[in-house]
């Protein structure tokens, strides 16, 4: 800090020493013209008087404005903070209270944008979840309409391919709009947890159960190995293996012929935590995409070749497994098929962010 402030005042400490040597240098001249009358130990002491002067100088004007520099590097210290003005206030020179003042109104500024960003924020918030609850009703009455139309039976075979299609448009939508819903309630996840002890093979089977017609009409066959109980939010986790199941259809269709869905339940020996293991038969992925899928919107070769792919699947189950104090890991081979990793420890669920 003083180091600093001396740096600050070198021009003004330079020329003082160059007035100091000029005065010096006359004393000397002088000394040479009148040799006999002129006193030598005046320049010795005019040299230590101006010296000390200089240092009481300085030193009275670095106490007066030590509190200043002090509250400006604890400020500087703390830059995360935008409190820069509560902080600083201790100027003295005009040129830094003019300093406080802009900081001041900088930081009113701020504030004003940040509550005016809050309010539109809150607003597109509240937009998007009466949205989502205004759309999920047409697509249930179109699933129910379809639901009794295939019930009733048709009298061709094409007539059925329709109205198949069209329900399986309609859980598009669904899981598009249910999607967007955990999207705006993210940011306040933890005002909608309920944690209880949850059996993983049953949660697993509702959400292969959810999308059994996309099974069977892609010749996909999932199953489901062993059991375990973990400690979670029921609607989370089935966000979580909605997203994960839902990736491993729809990369799998795409191959021709039967293929596998393996949802596996491994319980640790030492119980310290379990993994469920979402294994399918899939067209894999590209080993150069593996470090980007838990980006938001990337979407990577398969991703493009898909319509329906969004790039947030992954992301936001990410996002959730990470607050829950779950792990989310991938391994994938090209060609080959795809292993996503939900690993439960028992401490992760009292660590939410």
């Known amino acids: 800090m003083i180091r600093s402030y001396l740096w600050d005042r070198k021009v003004l400490i330079v020329t003082y020493l160059l007035g100091m040597a000029l005065a010096s240098a006359m004393f000397a001249l002088d000394k040479l013209r009148y ?22 100088g300085l030193t009275v004007d670095y106490l007066r ?16 903070e935008l409190k820069a003005s509560m902080v600083v206030t201790a100027g003295v020179t005009t040129e830094q209270i003019a300093v406080q003042r802009l ?61 198949q299609s ?10 598009g709009l249910d999607m967007m819903l955990h999207t705006a309630r993210l940011d306040k996840m933890e005002f909608d947890l309920h944690l209880r002890s949850i059996p993983l093979q049953e949660t697993a089977r509702r959400v292969i159960n959810a999308h059994k017609q996309l ?40 191959k021709p012929g039967s293929k596998k869905l393996i949802v596996r339940i491994e319980q640790e020996k030492d119980l310290s935590s379990v993994r469920l293991l979402v294994i399918d038969e899939g067209i894999g992925i590209e080993a150069h995409d593996l470090p980007r899928i838990f980006d938001p919107f990337f979407t990577g070769e ?23 104090g779950h792990e989310l890991d991938v391994e994938s081979e090209a060609g080959i098929g795809t292993t996503v990793t939900v690993k439960f420890q028992p401490e992760g669920i009292h660590l939410l962010r």
């Open 35 to 56: 040799e006999k009358e002129a006193d030598a130990g005046l320049v010795y002491y005019f040299v230590e008087v101006a010296a000390f002067l200089l240092v009481v």
């Open 65 to 80: 404005q030590r509190r200043y520099y002090k509250q400006l590097h604890e400020a500087i210290a703390g830059g995360s």
């Open 103 to 163: 900081l001041a109104a900088q930081y009113g500024a701020y504030l004003t944008d940040l509550s005016q960003y809050r309010r539109q924020q809150e607003q597109h918030n509240h937009f998007v979840l009466q949205w989502v609850h205004h759309m999920k009703t047409p697509v249930s009455v179109i699933d129910l309409l379809v639901q009794e139309a295939l019930q009733e039976g048709g009298s061709a075979q094409a007539d059925s391919d329709r109205l």
């Open 166 to 175: 069209i329900r399986e448009e309609a859980g598009r939508m669904t899981r």
């Open 215 to 254: 099974c069977i009409r892609h010749s996909i066959f999932p199953k489901i190995e062993g059991e375990a109980v973990v400690e979670t939010d029921e609607k989370w986790l089935t966000f979580i293996l909605n997203q994960l199941i839902g990736n491993a259809i729809k990369y799998s269709k795409r």
């Open 302 to 324: 398969n991703g493009r070749a898909v319509e329906e792919s969004t790039g947030m699947g992954l992301y936001l189950a990410k996002q959730v497994c990470g607050r829950l």
